[in-house]
RNA sequence: GGUGGGGUAACCAAGUGGCUAAAGGAUGCGGACUGUAAAUCCGCCGGGCUGCGCCCUUCGGGGGUUCGAAUCCCUCCCCCACCA
């Protein structure tokens, strides 16, 4: 592919492409580029958010580049300023292994882990005195930090800045004065702390990384931003049945985002998918997402499952199966809230809430609804399907 | 260092002596309906119990006043803002 058909590909998407033309000149010289990604170890999930940003970095690869992650473990032991309210933990040497190993495992569902290499930022700043520190800091401005939006606003309505979070950006940017990246990637909340990349490395006389930043994707409510902390996240470990399922509750005109940036189909092709009946579009674009982290069969797996419960007012096949041995070895008979209470499940956090599914006519036991609070099993038992709700299905078994 | 504001259900936020397990919102859950775990409507939403009634725990921690406190007093802890 040409170097112009390479900026044009990479380009697609992105929110922010700073460097264009000096990108393009690397490429024309057939440079291999070095793209970096940071990862923060302290949260070892990755999100459907995520994926954006590593969909552009595999694209990169594909492209023959070559990409580095990032583990920063270095500024994780400063704590990273954007979550001032509560003091990070300081994560120990095996929890940041651990969790980078996690990391990297979720990573290469998308990345080529042969075209992938990881560093630690405390391979460089570990080393590092203090006059290393301060200088560093010398390259930067009071005022050129304020341009950030961010910290604009923030000092105009009187929000405490703390001198860390002006360093942050700076360790950030050393990582690529190090690394010689030419292309540094992330999220449109990272713009700055990139652009801050491009000073440092043009004061180190070094060629300038251009800046990549994709949108931040929109999560399950349709409206706030993707996180952890909304819960409107899907995670790459989530299992097939709650990725699907969790797919299916966006709202119908997210599901076109979604198709936009996580599937990266063309325009072209989401046009011809908007004919079909929202629905359908929808178990598309969950059943190929489940594809692509589980299995084609998994994901067919999942649509029919999800059929049988949701139009067809059916079970599913598969279920946890419970025995009462194990569940209440003791006794001869029992109320059904404690039999239920003893799976543990999710849906089953106190007997309180068992009865009011009760109560509430969720509670089915071979598809007969169970209205009685108080109904009382006894053994032996013969094999039980109990639904409650649409989503909670387990089978009972006498041993 | 000074001044002022604040800590309520594991989220936001009312409530300043009893009718408060504590308004309202968000989230969540259930039901109905449907084109989906979309949308809409209705209901539930601290825990326990031989349940429509009783018991236990909860309003930053501890102590006190009172027949009775999230609400008053004392004390300690923590957060925030403004001024230095």
Same mark, same amino acid.
Do not use: C
């Given at each position: 592919?040409?170097? $112009?058909?390479?900026?044009?590909?990479?380009?697609?998407?992105?929110?922010?492409?700073?460097?264009?033309?000096?990108?393009?000149?690397?490429?024309?010289?057939?440079?291999?580029?070095?793209?970096?990604?940071?990862?923060?170890?302290?949260?070892? =999930?990755?999100?459907?958010?995520?994926?954006?940003?590593?969909?552009?970095?595999?694209?990169?690869?594909?492209?023959?580049?070559?990409?580095?992650?990032?583990?920063?473990?270095?500024?994780?032991?400063?704590?990273?300023?954007?979550?001032?309210?509560?003091?990070?933990?300081?994560?120990?040497?095996?929890?940041?292994?651990?969790?980078?190993?996690?990391?990297? =495992?979720?990573?290469?569902?998308?990345? =080529?882990?042969?075209?992938?290499?990881?560093?630690?930022?405390?391979?460089?700043?570990?080393?590092?005195?203090?006059?290393?520190?301060?200088?560093?800091?010398?390259?930067?401005?009071?005022?050129?930090?304020?341009?950030?939006?961010?910290?604009?606003?923030?000092?105009?309505?009187?929000?405490?800045?703390?001198?860390?979070?002006?360093?942050?950006?700076?360790?950030?940017?050393?990582?690529?004065?190090?690394?010689?990246?030419?292309?540094?990637?992330?999220?449109?909340?990272?713009?700055?702390?990139?652009?801050?990349?491009?000073?440092?490395?043009?004061?180190?006389?070094? !060629?300038?990384?251009?800046?990549?930043?994709?949108?931040?994707?929109?999560?399950?409510?349709?409206?706030?931003?993707?996180?952890?902390?909304?819960?409107?996240?899907?995670?790459?470990? &989530?299992?097939?049945?709650?990725?699907?399922?969790?797919?299916?509750?966006?709202?119908?005109?997210?599901?076109?985002?979604?198709?936009?940036?996580?599937?990266?189909?063309?325009?072209?092709?989401?046009?011809?998918? $908007?004919?079909? &009946? !929202?629905?359908?579009?929808?178990?598309?674009?969950?059943?190929?997402?489940?594809?692509?982290?589980?299995?084609?069969?998994?994901?067919?797996?999942?649509?029919? $499952?999800?059929?049988?419960?949701?139009?067809?007012?059916?079970?599913?096949?598969?279920?946890?199966?419970?025995?009462?041995?194990?569940?209440? !070895?003791?006794? $001869?008979?029992?109320?059904?809230?404690?039999?239920?209470?003893?799976?543990?499940?999710?849906?089953?956090?106190?007997?309180?809430?068992?009865?009011?599914?009760?109560?509430?006519?969720?509670?089915?036991?071979?598809?007969?609804?169970?209205?009685?609070?108080?109904?009382?099993?006894?053994?032996?038992?013969?094999?039980?399907?109990?639904?409650?709700?649409?989503?909670?299905?387990?089978?009972?078994?006498?041993?």
């Amino acid at each position: 592919m040409s170097p $112009q058909e390479q900026i044009n590909l990479l380009k697609e998407r992105t929110e922010v492409f700073h460097g264009e033309a000096e990108l393009l000149e690397r490429l024309q010289s057939g440079k291999r580029l070095r793209v970096k990604l940071g990862v923060d170890p302290t949260r070892p =999930d990755l999100t459907f958010g995520h994926m954006v940003v590593l969909n552009k970095l595999r694209q990169f690869q594909d492209l023959g580049h070559q990409a580095i992650l990032i583990i920063g473990d270095f500024t994780t032991r400063i704590g990273d300023p954007s979550g001032r309210s509560v003091a990070r933990p300081i994560l120990s040497e095996e929890e940041i292994a651990h969790n980078a190993a996690t990391y990297l =495992d979720q990573a290469y569902k998308i990345l =080529d882990p042969d075209k992938t290499e990881v560093r630690r930022n405390s391979e460089w700043f570990g080393e590092m005195s203090f006059l290393d520190a301060l200088s560093l800091s010398r390259q930067m401005t009071v005022a050129r930090m304020l341009e950030r939006d961010d910290f604009a606003k923030r000092y105009a309505s009187k929000t405490p800045i703390s001198l860390i979070e002006f360093l942050y950006p700076l360790l950030q940017g050393h990582d690529s004065v190090r690394l010689e990246s030419d292309v540094e990637l992330g999220g449109s909340d990272q713009i700055f702390n990139m652009l801050v990349g491009r000073n440092l490395q043009k004061d180190a006389n070094l !060629p300038e990384q251009a800046v990549i930043a994709m949108p931040l994707l929109v999560g399950l409510d349709g409206e706030r931003k993707m996180s952890k902390s909304f819960d409107n996240y899907i995670a790459f470990n &989530h299992s097939a049945k709650d990725m699907f399922g969790r797919i299916m509750s966006i709202p119908d005109a997210t599901m076109w985002v979604y198709y936009r940036y996580l599937l990266e189909m063309s325009d072209a092709d989401i046009a011809k998918r $908007q004919e079909l &009946h !929202p629905m359908e579009a929808k178990k598309q674009l969950a059943a190929t997402m489940v594809a692509r982290f589980y299995s084609l069969e998994t994901a067919a797996h999942e649509r029919e $499952q999800f059929e049988k419960v949701f139009s067809k007012n059916e079970v599913r096949d598969d279920m946890p199966e419970f025995t009462w041995d194990k569940l209440l !070895p003791e006794a $001869q008979e029992a109320t059904l809230v404690d039999l239920l209470a003893a799976t543990a499940l999710p849906a089953f956090s106190s007997k309180k809430e068992i009865r009011r599914l009760i109560e509430q006519g969720a509670i089915r036991m071979n598809g007969e609804k169970i209205t009685e609070p108080s109904m009382r099993l006894v053994r032996p038992l013969a094999e039980t399907v109990i639904q409650a709700g649409k989503r909670t299905f387990l089978k009972l078994t006498d041993a």
